[in-house]
């Protein structure tokens, strides 16, 4: 009971957690990400490029995605529906497919690892129980995760799994595959499956939406 119990009482409050509730811890989440490496980037031109991509990546029911300094994983996932994105996926490749490519792989790792339950698991049980009984959680567990998401490697997602999304919003694996490893050496597996290796694929965004999407993070 001592190893079963918090692991079924962590499961068991994520599982009751209505939607409105995940949504307040991630933007809580999000605004301690932002204390601690810079401001969501919100220019307003830009912020209209990133939803039509996103939607034309992750559906009409997109994530809510916020681009914050280069000083922050490639990508992380929150509760609520929220990804968090590094400005450098933007601003330092030439075609928006590799932000693009980046978005599906977190949204297959958001999938598998649910960012509500990674958070309550860090946290602990008594953070937990507060939750479950009042829908409460304090500042502390949300700072502590924070820079925990900061400073950790993202969990390993397996091909199989990037490469349903990829198949699903009908777009190449290679440009977020060269993107990742420019030799393929390592990414060999996403290239060779590539769901739309010979498929004509139309532009993701517009010239002018994608200089928009560029300059996000100016003013």
Do not use: K
């Not at 009971?1 to 409050?13: E, N, Y």
């Not at 567990?141 to 950790?152: E, G, I, K, N, V």
């Amino acid at each position: 009971a001592v190893f079963w119990l918090p692991g079924a009482l962590t499961r068991q409050t994520v599982a009751l957690l209505p939607p409105a509730s995940r949504e307040a811890i991630g933007n809580r989440l999000l605004q301690e990400i932002g204390r601690l490496a810079g401001p969501i980037c919100t220019n307003p031109r830009g912020s209209l490029a990133l939803g039509r991509l996103a939607r034309r990546a992750l559906g009409d029911s997109a994530p809510r995605i916020a681009v914050l300094p280069s000083s922050i994983p490639d990508t992380l996932a929150l509760p609520g529906r929220i990804l968090v994105v590094n400005a450098a996926l933007v601003e330092d490749h030439e075609t928006p497919e590799v932000l693009a490519g980046y978005l599906l792989a977190e949204q297959a790792r958001r999938i598998e690892v649910d960012p509500m339950l990674s958070l309550l698991d860090e946290a602990g049980l008594a953070v937990t129980l507060r939750l479950l009984t009042t829908g409460q959680i304090d500042a502390a567990p949300l700072h502590a995760h924070a820079a925990s998401l900061l400073s950790r490697e993202a969990a390993p997602i397996s091909d199989s799994a990037v490469l349903a999304q990829f198949e699903a919003a009908g777009l190449s694996t290679e440009p977020y595959a060269y993107a990742r490893d420019i030799s393929g050496e390592t990414v060999i597996g996403l290239i060779e499956a590539n769901p739309q290796r010979d498929a004509a694929i139309a532009p993701l965004l517009s010239d002018a939406d994608w200089v928009s999407l560029q300059d996000i993070c100016g003013r």
